[in-house]
């Protein structure tokens, strides 16, 4: 009994499978989820984009939350598929008073403006993957409402930002700073002693990195040298028959129409 005992024990350690810890699954970036993407031209209409892809007109507007009649606006990004995150949320925005702690004030640096002229403004966006976050944005409380309206202008046409604070919560997954569509900032005009417009809280700067400042070879921040055509239509990027028209028609100026150099991602309220 012993002996057949030890022959069994020896025939189940041959022929039982190994126990060995599940392999965990890989991490889904946002690109792993996100559909295919079509960004819009002048000129092209939901019925066009959707026979030059083989797609039907009812199902590209069911994905990209387009209602007839309307039509989609030049920069405007249409998924070309479902997208796994669903329905987009829908517009929201508020206004906030902003606190010192807020925007790390210091007396010390004698920024031009004060904390209290200052308001942080949240609003809807869609980042480069089609989903809906929720962003804020800290400007001087003379625009704060003209700057809602540009960034729902920006939502309903379907524009992609890549990415808005807080950037912890919204896109954890870049770690460059100077992608981030923003407005206040304490500092001078690169390479000289003039207070720059975001000191003042009247400027901001959309998708940098896809809209670079080029001044002669120099360009500002450098990742956008991929982005120096400006002739063609990519997600992120701004031309002034699209996207630049959101704040344009609140009484934003576009560094995209200087001469001395070109500024893609600003705007401002006294074309500085």
């Keep these: 009994m012993k002996r057949l005992l030890t022959v069994l024990s020896a025939l189940f350690l041959t022929v039982a499978p190994a126990l060995v810890p599940a392999t965990p699954a890989a991490a889904v970036t946002p690109a792993d989820a996100a559909p295919a993407f079509h960004v819009v031209r002048p000129g092209e209409t939901i019925k066009s984009i959707a026979r030059a892809r083989g797609l039907r007109p009812r199902d590209l507007r069911a994905w990209n939350g387009i209602v007839k009649p309307n039509q989609p606006s030049a920069d ?8 796994a995150a669903g329905r987009l949320s829908g517009w929201r925005s ?10 790390n004030w210091d ?21 480069f993957y089609g989903v809906s976050h929720q962003g804020s944005i800290i400007v001087h409380r003379t ?20 990415g ?18 923003s407005g206040y900032n304490c500092r001078v005009v690169s390479g000289s002693k003039t207070w720059s417009q ?33 002739d063609v239509y990519r997600r992120g990027m701004m031309h002034a028959s699209g996207a630049v028209r959101a704040f344009t028609d609140q ?3 576009w560094g995209g129409r200087w001469n001395s150099l070109k500024d893609d991602m600003h ?3 006294n074309n500085r």
């Excluded at 405007?76 to 997208?83: D, I, K, S």
């Excluded at 002229?117 to 809807?124: A, F, G, H, P, S």
């Excluded at 409402?145 to 930002?161: C, E, K, N, P």
């Design 76 to 83: 405007g990004v249409l998924n070309l598929a479902r997208p």
């Design 251 to 253: 009484g934003f100026y």
């Design 198 to 230: 975001h000191a003042y809280g009247k400027a901001i700067d959309v998708n940098p990195v896809q809209n670079p400042m080029v001044r002669g070879s120099y360009v500002d921040p450098a990742a956008g040298t991929d982005f120096l055509r400006r």
């Design 94 to 103: 508020s206004i906030e008073v902003v606190t010192p702690g807020a925007v």
């Design 164 to 181: 808005m604070s807080p950037m912890a919560l919204n896109a954890p997954y870049i770690s460059d700073m100077a992608a981030v569509t």
């Design 267 to 269: 705007f401002s309220m």
């Design 107 to 127: 007396p010390a640096k004698k920024c031009p403006v004060r904390p209290a002229d200052l308001r942080k403004v949240w609003v809807t966006y869609i980042d």
């Design 143 to 162: 625009i704060a409402t003209r700057t809602q309206r540009a960034f729902r202008t920006l939502y309903r046409m379907r524009f992609r930002i890549q």
